[in-house]
């Protein structure tokens, strides 16, 4: 199969000729012709044939094209390789390759033999390349393309000259030089061809034309060669000096690495457009590797040389180079003897830039120090890549440079660059040889270093010697080559830049932002933050996010030997508790926003430090703690075994409401027992109370509802042991509400109406919010509504006389429930709005769960099932997003009522079952009653009365054990479902007035509508 580019985009194979099918298609074939044998990425390919009008579906008509492409050319010929595609090309197949061919064979000939290759490629031309594709890709690689043809044209004609055939190609040149008047070098071919015919006067017309032609479409004059060649004709030279040759041929590239592996994305970026390129980042992080492996792959397209420079910018031994031996060096390679290289750099630079102009040359500036050392090495056409530990922000700017900054291997790099380097070993070990890489910070010096050192040992054994030091380890002859590596970017720094180096290892967290380091460094924020992006320009931070730095791995280890080598022990603790202080500033500031506590650890220290960060509302202190809680537990984990104290029990005190509302329980429970520990080692009695008391209430709502009764008692003992009553009576209303879901409503009741008490003797209002709200939850599961609404209505009037937000909307969202028990719909679902907006601006996805699973049941009750369905499954979302298991539980119940009501049985029963097994598993009565009530129901309709009923009964017993009034009555009609299923008319009526009966009892106007509505259809039924 062979390929047509210069031209309308063809394949050529044995049935002859093809085209592609349609433009977007050709697009597709020809951006991977254009790269062959490398991986284009999906994302490359999408905006080479679509650009900025890619639909939706795009990556979707994307597979149809290659899939359309594969079927013209074989499967095997266009291959799947993350993140794109590859097209296998051999050699010679595309007609650019035999292009490229002629080109090369002819420049290292001369002559007429040089002349007959050049018209060969030359031939090979068929009209506008990349016929047929889009826009986008000829706009993009058209240009190059046709660039290349016109430097052929150009060599061709000055050969042609060089020959003597001056007479024969007037005629083409005169053409050429009408068609593209403004190549120099076309039109100096023709002034000489013309002079040489004895035209002399036709010559000098044609350097004028050209004047008047660039003065006045460019305002520039001559180029100094048209020049120079007008002056000879005008003193009558009888023959003129040739238009200069191309230089010599270079190819100074290394060799291409051993074992190169991973960084398909990069190399794509690199395919990508791009005069100058930057690629950087730290010691040892592959920059060389990727630059000359990249450049090997692209040979093709530069025929006019490879240049290579050590710039020499970060050596341990030698000092870095300075542009005038770079540009020595350069020259010497073009070919310029050095007796005649210019003295100054300036002029160096121009002759330099002169004998590379319009060539398809790439140069290499490898390891620069810094712009300066880089700019006078920029050569006027082709290609450069420059390698740097440092940015190089100011070339980036000055020149419009493209930067490519290289992180760590991807974990699947990491292992083909092993695979690469120890062949089938890693296959034998891999758990070990992940560990390896991990160890290694997935840094590519480290992994050659550490691969070269297994000698016999087993890679298992290499892990165990690094799990300590690894820096240690990674080097040859006892001497750290990736420490040294990391040494001369060290030394490289100021001062300033070093001491802030070193201090920030002293970091617990994975990363750190410039109000961080000011706390840490004690300087202004400002300055925290250039010392920052001086250490980015570095190449020893990273700025991963924004306003978000962090180390390198390898790096950080690096930091931690300086700050132990350079700092006393004095300075290091003084400034982790600058570090850690303003962090429990921060997150005090932050938690101050989310509402008052309603228990808080006493402190009486001195007072807090002022925050370093002003939070607006709420919004912005939940967003701010969402990014930051790492860290922040990073440094509680810390305190909770250096200090300071007490420092650590006021950031657990702040940190731990957050973890408990915004569904980061789990989070808390692998932390908390840390602090407890160090609670209890140093006899801090209320922070034990207080710890115990928050992993209670996280193991309930996950799930482990003994473990969490468990520590709410042991709160409770450990309050009363130092007289904290404020902690005390909230783990009493604490277990009010756990008993309740576990079924003890009596022991329930008795629980919170002492935590009201307690609370009302503390003067605590968000406490006696809490507490009310959990009587009444209590009140409403006994059938007891207008007690439920009384303590509600208590509750609101008290949230909003202290403004109690949370209280206010979570007091609402309840009396919603108790006002479509008792039939008030309308109101119902004005409270429940209120309390659904009040949720989603405090952030609380618990909050918001619960609210829309009220609105489900108002809608459920008005008929409104589509709409039902949708709230329910909003609130599904929302709890799983928060982690709360019985909320969850509760809200699959919502949604299996949803279903039913909309008809679909089977999405129903699917749901209800879920529902089941979360609270059979949890020993949650309440809700298993109402689970296998509502899947007795669903079962029934579907016909299944056997299977249906051992679910009624189920209800039955747990409504009965538990003292669910309401939750007995629905199993009732849950029962009634089953006996009118099974054919047991009288049973299934007796039944179903027995639940109306006991709706009517506690005045659940809703529950007794519901079973009229099922009694009339039996009716409907017994006389249809």
Request: aromatic share 4%.
């Amino acid at each position: 199969m062979r390929y047509r580019l210069l031209g309308p985009v063809t394949v050529l194979g044995d049935p002859g000729p093809v085209r592609p099918g349609g433009q977007k298609q050709t697009s597709v074939l020809a951006a991977l012709l254009l790269n062959p044998n490398r991986v284009v990425s999906e994302d490359r390919l999408i905006d080479l044939t679509w650009g900025e009008n890619a639909p939706p579906s795009v990556r979707g008509r994307l597979q149809v094209h290659i899939s359309e492409l594969r079927k013209l050319l074989g499967r095997d010929v266009i291959v799947r390789r993350a993140p794109g595609y590859v097209i296998e090309v051999a050699p010679g197949d595309r007609d650019l390759d035999v292009f490229d061919d002629e080109v090369a064979q002819a420049r290292a000939t001369a002559g007429p033999a040089a002349v007959a290759h050049l018209r060969a490629a030359l031939a090979l031309w068929d009209g506008t390349p990349l016929g047929g594709a889009s826009e986008e890709l000829t706009e993009r690689e058209g240009p190059a393309l046709a660039e290349r043809r016109l430097v052929v044209l150009e060599e061709l004609y000055e050969q042609e000259l060089a020959s003597g055939r001056h007479g024969e190609v007037v005629g083409e040149l005169r053409q050429l030089v009408e068609e593209y008047p403004f190549r120099e070098r076309l039109r100096a071919a023709l002034m000489l061809a013309l002079h040489r015919c004895g035209r002399s006067r036709e010559a000098l017309e044609t350097y004028t034309r050209a004047h008047d032609l660039l003065v006045d479409e460019l305002g520039i004059e001559p180029g100094q060669a048209l020049q120079d060649l007008r002056m000879r004709i005008l003193r009558g030279e009888g023959e003129p000096a040739a238009v200069p040759v191309a230089p010599p041929r270079p190819a100074e590239l290394p060799l291409d690495v051993r074992g190169f592996a991973g960084r398909a994305p990069e190399l794509a970026a690199l395919d990508e457009p791009g005069d100058v390129w930057v690629i950087t980042g730290t010691a040892g992080v592959g920059k060389t590797a990727l630059a000359v492996h990249w450049a090997h792959t692209a040979r093709e397209r530069y025929p006019d040389g490879q240049l290579y420079v050590n710039l020499r910018g970060f050596d341990a031994d030698d000092e870095p180079l300075t542009p005038a031996a770079a540009l020595a060096q350069l020259l010497r390679t073009l070919g310029v003897d050095l007796r005649d290289v210019p003295p100054g750099v300036d002029d160096q630079s121009k002759l330099y830039r002169s004998l590379l102009a319009d060539r398809q040359a790439l140069v290499v500036l490898d390891n620069a120090r810094d712009t300066a050392q880089v700019l006078p090495l920029l050569p006027s056409s082709g290609r450069v890549l420059v390698t740097s530990r440092h940015r190089l922000d100011e070339l980036v700017a000055r020149t419009g440079a493209r930067l490519l900054s290289l992180a760590q291997l991807r974990e699947e790099d990491s292992r083909e660059l092993l695979t690469a380097l120890l062949g089938d070993r890693t296959a034998a070990e891999p758990a070990a040889s992940a560990e390896l890489a991990r160890l290694c910070g997935h840094h590519p010096l480290a992994l050659r270093i550490a691969a070269a050192n297994t000698g016999v040992a087993s890679i298992g054994e290499l892990v165990d010697e690094l799990r300590g030091d690894p820096l240690a380890h990674l080097g040859f002859d006892g001497e750290s080559a990736v420490a040294k590596a990391f040494s001369v970017s060290y030394q490289a720094l100021p001062p300033v830049l070093r001491h802030a180096f070193r201090l920030l290892a002293l970091v617990p967290g994975a990363d750190f932002t410039a109000v961080a380091a000011s706390a840490l460094l004690a300087v202004p924020a400002e300055e925290a933050t250039r010392r920052l992006r001086g250490l980015i320009a570095a190449n020893l931070l990273d700025a991963h996010a924004p306003r978000r730095y962090r180390f390198h791995d390898l790096a950080r280890r690096y930091a931690e030997q300086c700050v132990l080598a350079e700092e006393d022990e004095t300075e290091r603790e003084a400034a982790w508790a600058r570090l850690f202080t303003g962090y429990c500033a921060a997150a005090d500031a932050a938690v101050a926003q989310l509402g008052a506590r309603i228990v808080a650890l006493p402190r009486e220290d001195a007072p807090p430090a002022p925050s370093p960060i002003v939070f607006g509302d709420a919004a912005e202190a939940v967003a701010w703690l969402d990014v930051e809680v790492p860290n922040l537990s990073a440094a509680l984990r810390q305190a909770a075994t250096r200090g300071p104290f007490p420092g650590a029990w006021y950031l657990a005190d702040a940190l731990r409401r957050f973890f408990h509302d915004h569904g980061r329980r789990a989070e808390w429970l692998e932390l908390a027992p840390i602090v407890l520990r160090a609670a209890q080692e140093r006899g801090a009695q209320p922070a034990e109370a207080l710890v115990h008391l928050s992993i209670g209430g996280a193991y309930f709502r996950e799930g482990q509802h003994e473990a969490g009764i468990r520590h709410s008692e042991k709160a409770v003992l450990a309050s009363r042991a130092c007289g904290w009553r404020q902690c005390e009576a909230t783990a009493v209303a604490n277990l009010g509400a756990m008993l309740e879901w576990t079924g003890r409503l009596a022991e329930a009741v008795e629980h919170s109406r002492r935590a009201i008490q307690l609370f009302r003797e503390l003067a605590n209002r968000s406490g006696e919010a809490l507490a009310l709200n959990s009587l009444s939850c209590h009140y409403r599961q006994l059938g007891r509504l207008e007690q439920a609404e009384d303590c509600l209505v208590e509750a609101i009037a008290l949230a909003r006389k202290e403004d109690l937000a949370f209280w206010e909307a979570a007091n609402l969202a309840d009396l919603g429930w108790v006002l479509l028990a008792t039939g008030r719909q309308a109101e119902a679902g004005d409270v429940l709005d209120e309390a659904l907006r009040a949720f989603r601006d405090l952030g609380s996805s618990f909050g918001e769960a619960t609210a829309l699973n009220a609105v489900s049941a108002l809608q459920v009750a008005r008929g409104e099932h589509d709409s039902a369905v949708a709230t329910a499954e909003a609130a599904l979302e929302c709890v799983r997003r928060d982690g709360d298991r019985q909320v969850e539980a509760a809200v699959l119940i919502a949604l299996g009522r949803a279903y039913e009501g909309h008809g679909d049985l089977g999405a129903a029963e699917r749901v209800l079952r879920e529902a089941r097994e979360l609270t059979a598993e949890s020993g949650l009565r309440g809700l298993l009653a109402e689970a296998s009530a509502t899947l007795a129901r669903v079962l029934a309709a579907d016909g299944r009365a056997a299977e249906a009923g051992e679910h009624a009964r189920t209800a039955l017993d747990a409504a009965r054990a538990g003292g669910f009034r309401v939750l007995e009555a629905a199993a009732l009609l849950g029962l009634a479902a089953v006996e009118a299923a099974a054919g047991r008319s009288m049973l299934a009526d007796g039944t179903a007035r027995e639940a109306r009966a006991r709706y009517h009892a506690v005045g659940h106007v809703t529950g007794e509508a519901f079973a009229e509505r099922f009694l009339a259809g039996l009716a409907d039924r017994a006389t249809g």
